[in-house]
């Protein structure tokens, strides 16, 4: 059987990243970056699509890449839609091209990959956009009719893992009943339950604190800090979503740095790096309850669990739960590209937007 040829795209706010693959092996990886001043001549995000397009169309003949049996782009802030791989069609480029949820540079995704494709006779793909929301519908409910608990997430990467654990396992996706934590910048801690992320804590407004985010916090004080005078709304969302966590007490978003620290005797770096992983498995265990306690396993994967130091300290509190299984990482690429390969292959059918 021939190898299939997958170009993945992922536009980030200034570079495209760029990734050819032959199956699973990666060919050639490239960023475009895209200087501050040539993005900002668009008024709005999509205005950018054929700078972009033509700079990629340049790189692939600088690359001599003449053969594309799909192309697969990162998927946009779209309206919410069960998890899987979609066929880029006229209904999926309006949302994009409208920004249905909002602006973002990954609406750009689905679009290029489409123009591409159409150069190649292939099929343009999406995979596990930010927007998957397969939540059940006790799970939305806030404790303030006025606020809705949403589905946002890391989904790319934890899909993956589920479809890599499912083949460690030798079972089916849908088969899986686990709690999965995406540990990286921010994080995302989800029940699987028969292969759906039927809740979690959403990164940027609950659960633990993390390298750069702070996590849920005291309603009250928070409140008395937005109304104090000292912080307007752009500002205190800064502090909470990039100014929290490791970076608001110990200066750092790097936790190689931390654990540098604390094994340089450092008593409140420990102090604070014990309060990110007890808090972590507070929330692995309240997931736990979700599934009704019929967890299969622990599976912890993003780039926070290289680290030995942290994985142990979440193992200390929650692996009396179920055994652990680490997947330490998180490349969006190859998920891109295992999402796309699994229509290809004829594993899993392309889903309709």
């Not at 200034?14 to 040539?38: C, M, P, Q, R, W």
Request: hydrophobic residues 40%; contains cysteine.
């Amino acid at each position: 059987m021939n190898e299939m040829k997958v170009l993945a795209i992922n536009p980030g706010s200034t570079s495209t990243k760029l990734a050819y693959f032959s199956d699973k092996k990666l060919i050639k990886g490239y960023s475009l970056d895209h200087s501050v001043s040539e993005v900002s001549k668009y008024e709005k995000i999509v205005n950018q699509l054929d700078f972009r397009y033509q700079a990629i169309l340049k790189w692939l003949e600088s690359e001599g890449i003449n053969k594309l049996d799909c192309v697969v782009g990162r998927g946009g802030l779209l309206k919410p839609m069960p998890s899987g791989t979609y066929t880029v069609t006229e209904d999926l480029k309006k949302d994009l091209e409208i920004g249905v949820q909002g602006e973002h540079a990954s609406n750009l995704g689905g679009l290029i990959a489409d123009k591409i494709a159409k150069n190649h006779n292939a099929p343009a793909y999406i995979v596990d956009p930010v927007a998957v929301d397969e939540f059940e519908d006790i799970a939305r409910i806030s404790g303030m009719p006025e606020i809705e608990r949403r589905s946002l997430l890391h989904a790319l990467n934890i899909k993956a893992v589920a479809h890599r654990v499912a083949k460690d396992l030798n079972k089916k996706v849908d088969d899986l009943n686990m709690v999965i934590a995406h540990l990286g910048g921010g994080i995302s801690i989800v029940p699987l339950s028969n292969g759906r992320m039927i809740d979690v804590n959403n990164a940027n407004e609950f659960g633990p604190f993390s390298p750069e985010r702070a996590g849920g916090l005291p309603v009250g004080d928070l409140v008395r800090l937005a109304f104090s005078g000292k912080y307007d709304l752009s500002t205190l969302k800064k502090k909470i979503t990039s100014e929290g966590g490791l970076v608001g007490y110990l200066k750092t978003n790097d936790a190689r740095d931390v654990e540098k620290m604390i094994l340089e005797g450092d008593k409140k770096a420990e102090l604070i790096y014990r309060a990110m992983a007890y808090q972590i498995s507070k929330e692995i265990s309240a997931m736990a309850t979700v599934l009704k306690g019929n967890v299969e396993n622990i599976v912890l994967t993003g780039g926070l669990s290289y680290s030995d130091m942290l994985v142990d300290m979440i193992k200390e509190h929650t692996e009396f739960i179920a055994p652990f299984l680490v997947y330490p990482g998180e490349d969006e690429m190859i998920a891109l590209c295992e999402g796309a390969l699994r229509v290809l292959t004829e594993e899993e059918e392309a889903k309709i937007y």
